[in-house]
């Protein structure tokens, strides 16, 4: 049996959700500059520069789903299913917009402040990320974003802002987003982007150092603001399985793991992994490293370790000849034992169960799963219901994997916040119409809807679940 105090609810994060790009003093953010169509990938993967683009691209994350103006609306929704918490995000340009403002934007607080005020009406547990995939545009411009050691004091200030101004009633914080995403999309996770001459490898591990340090003093900065209060990193997880159990592909499995864990071996453990600091040693990549920060590594590493998980990955040391199309930015080929998306990402419920073993191993800390759901199309029938099975069949499997690993493994989980509790934009391809959520918007690719909000049957499923405290995953538990 699950705890009666496991928080059950759902995530988002504000570039996906908010709309209101410019209001309420807000500056630009990073994603603000991700247009939808062909020139996303590769300023995302930081190859192509933001502004070296052609005028009269959508923006999709300039109204996104307007949860700035219906959040009252879409709050309600949350609490009708029975939420126990939310996961959101709040966008640093709208507490300092251009990052570098010696003083706060007061609008943009009260309107968190609103945000968390109505989950906390409903006694849903607010968990918010204080950098999901977000970075200032003034800060880009300023000086390259995280390629700069400034960033880590900037980060810091808008940090503590946070801890003062919601002291009390936000308990669990978490520092970035997929941290470990600065290696494939660097834009994306941090506002990197690269020059022609320069090393890429040097640059995504001077900014990963520096978003480092600024996660340890924003832990420390916490434990002295709001003792009572939690803070966790972030990975986007999924283990590395070798293709075959020849040595090399074990090998190179072994290797991707590594890599993905980086990140939060220094946040978990507190100093670089061994065999990073070797490869850095071999490669030539110097680390901007001083002895104050091993220090402030060391002394404040995090209470939990949150995580994403989508699907497994596999690896594969040759992969000539096969599909390396796995729809997931974390690479890889694919996988011919599981099912895909429509996307093509993997469909892995037991690599789940592998997964939350192989992290609680690793760290022995507390697990918070916040973000697991399946992108999909919908279908919107003539009087206004939406059929999604095959999301419901992705996430019952799912729940069912994580509860095995809580009680038959006896793994500590703190909630599961699935993705999306509502429709939101896509991160990877900008798009609405790869699905996420329990709440139907309506809004397409092209930005046209009415943004009206509509429950599918996943939303009468979730609620029973969290009713039931997880007993009744049924994918038909509704209709009973
Ligand atoms: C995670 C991100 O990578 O996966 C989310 O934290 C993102 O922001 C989610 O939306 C699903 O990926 P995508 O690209 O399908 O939206």
Redesign the pocket.
């Known amino acids: 049996m699950i705890n009666k105090d496991f928080l059950w609810g759902g995530a988002s994060?504000a570039n996906?959700i908010e709309g209101a790009y410019l209001e309420g003093n807000k500056g630009l953010s990073n994603i603000d500059l991700l247009p939808h169509g062909e020139y996303r990938l590769p300023i995302a993967r930081g190859i192509r520069k933001y502004s070296d683009v052609p005028e009269g691209l959508y923006y999709p994350s300039h109204e996104a789903v307007d949860f700035y103006h219906r959040y009252k609306e879409d709050i309600a929704l949350l609490a009708e299913m029975g939420f126990k918490c939310y996961r959101f995000s709040i966008a640093w340009a709208r507490i300092f917009p251009t990052g570098l403002e010696a003083e706060p934007n007061e609008e943009g607080l009260k309107f968190y402040e609103n945000v968390i005020d109505e989950l906390l009406k409903y006694n849903i547990e607010p968990i918010v990320t204080i950098s999901?995939?977000d970075v200032p545009k003034g800060l880009m411009d300023e000086f390259g974003s995280w390629k700069s050691r400034r960033m880590i004091e900037l980060y810091e200030k808008y940090a503590v802002t946070l801890f003062k101004r919601f002291k009390g009633k936000v308990k669990y914080w978490i520092t970035f987003?997929?941290i470990n995403?600065i290696l494939h999309k660097p834009f994306t996770a941090a506002g990197v982007w690269i020059e022609e001459l320069e090393n890429r490898e040097q640059i995504i591990y001077t900014a990963a150092h520096h978003m480092l340090v600024a996660s340890a003093l924003a832990t420390k900065r916490l434990r002295e603001i709001d003792p009572a209060a939690q803070i966790g990193c972030m990975l986007?997880a999924g283990e590395y399985y070798p293709y075959s159990c020849d040595p090399e592909d074990v090998r190179v499995a072994q290797i991707a793991n590594q890599e993905n864990y980086f990140f939060i071996d220094v946040q978990s453990r507190g100093e670089y992994p061994r065999w990073a600091l070797k490869k850095f040693e071999r490669e030539g990549i110097q680390l901007d490293l001083t002895a104050e920060d091993v220090q402030v590594l060391k002394e404040n590493t995090v209470d939990y370790i949150s995580f994403?998980y989508?699907a497994s990955r596999t690896q594969k040391a040759n992969t000539e000849g096969f599909d390396t199309n796995t729809g997931n930015?974390a690479g890889g080929v694919v996988n011919p034992h599981l099912s895909r998306s429509e996307?093509g990402w993997m469909i892995d419920p037991l690599g789940f169960r592998i997964t939350i073993n192989s992290i609680w191993d690793r760290y022995q800390k507390p697990l918070f799963i916040v973000?697991n759901?399946l992108?999909a199309r919908d279908k919107v029938e003539e009087d206004g219901s939406i059929h999604d099975p095959y999301r419901i069949a992705y996430l019952s499997a799912h729940v069912k994997a994580f509860k095995e690993a809580m009680e038959e493994d006896g793994v500590p989980i703190l909630g599961y916040t699935l993705?999306?509790a509502i429709d939101?934009?896509?991160?990877?391809?900008g798009q609405m119409e790869?699905r996420?959520g329990l709440i139907y918007v309506d809004k397409d690719d092209k930005g046209e809807g009415t943004l009206k909000r509509l429950k599918k049957d996943s939303f009468y499923w979730y609620k029973k679940v969290i009713e039931t405290n997880g007993e009744d995953l049924d994918p038909d538990n509704f209709r009973k």
């Open positions: 994060a996906q999901h995939f987003n997929e995403m986007a994403s989508y930015a996307w973000e759901g992108g993705w999306s939101l934009v896509s991160s990877s391809e790869k996420y």
